[in-house]
Structure formats: C-alpha cells, structure tokens
C-alpha cells in the first residue's frame, strides 16, 4: 500500500501562485510515476501533470501547459501553480501509479486517471476573481 498526503491548498485571488505538496509513504517502490489530479463540482476527475522520477520526464494537459509545474525531490511531489485563474478551483488530488516503461517515455496513458492506483484525500484550491 501506498499512503499519499496532501496539502498546501489555499483561497488565493487570481493571478497568485500556489504550491501543493504531496507526501508518499508505504511501498513506494511499487510504483514509477507520480500524477496531480484535480476535480471540480459537475466536471470529471482531469489529470494535469504527471512525472516519471527515474528519468526528470514529465507530463502535462493541455490545461497545465505553461503554468503547473510538476517536480519531485525525494518522497514528496510538489505541483507549483502560477497566475492562477477562477477556472483552476478544484480538489486537487495527489495520485501514484506503475507505468510500463515505453507508456513513462511517450507519455501515452499517462493523463487517464485510470492509470493511478494510489490516491490522496485532496486539498481544496479555491480561486476567486
């Protein structure tokens, strides 16, 4: 099992920044790659950034293009949000999956939830005009 912590979710006005950290522990070693997640009320469950730590790749949506970055150093992935906008709020979930190696270098896969079997509890981000 793999136990995954989140936190650094905030009400921020749009334009600020946040970094969410997400803290694994248990058998870690059972998986390669690390995903952010997030759901908003009346929408799907999107995944916005993932990292293959063994190789620095990483990953994004079309909706984390230029503004989320994904980072990991040592047992905690962080997710650094910049200009944030009211179309951001959401739960953001920290996710942890096993990748095959050929899906880790082409990414394909990678941005279906269905891929992660580890899932965080979330933190509310919260974003107003």
């Known amino acids: 099992q793999v136990q995954l912590v989140e936190s650094g979710g905030d009400s921020v006005q749009a334009g600020g920044s946040l970094r969410l950290s997400c803290a694994a522990s248990g058998s870690t070693f059972s998986t390669n790659v690390m995903a952010w997640c997030r759901h908003a009320p009346g929408k799907e469950r999107d995944v916005v950034a993932v990292?293959?730590?063994?190789?620095?790749r990483t990953y994004y949506a079309d909706s984390g293009q230029g503004r989320f970055t994904i980072s990991q150093f040592v047992a905690t992935t962080y997710l650094q949000i910049e200009n944030l906008k009211p179309e951001d709020t959401a739960m953001y979930y920290c996710?942890?999956?096993?990748?095959?190696?050929?899906?880790?270098?082409?990414?394909?896969?990678?941005?279906?939830?269905?891929?992660?079997?580890?899932w965080g509890q979330g933190t509310q981000v919260t974003v107003s005009p």
């Open positions: 996710a942890a999956g096993a990748a095959s190696l050929s899906a880790v270098r082409s990414g394909r896969g990678l941005l279906f939830p269905q891929q992660y079997r580890y």
């Open positions: 990292i293959y730590p063994a190789e620095a």
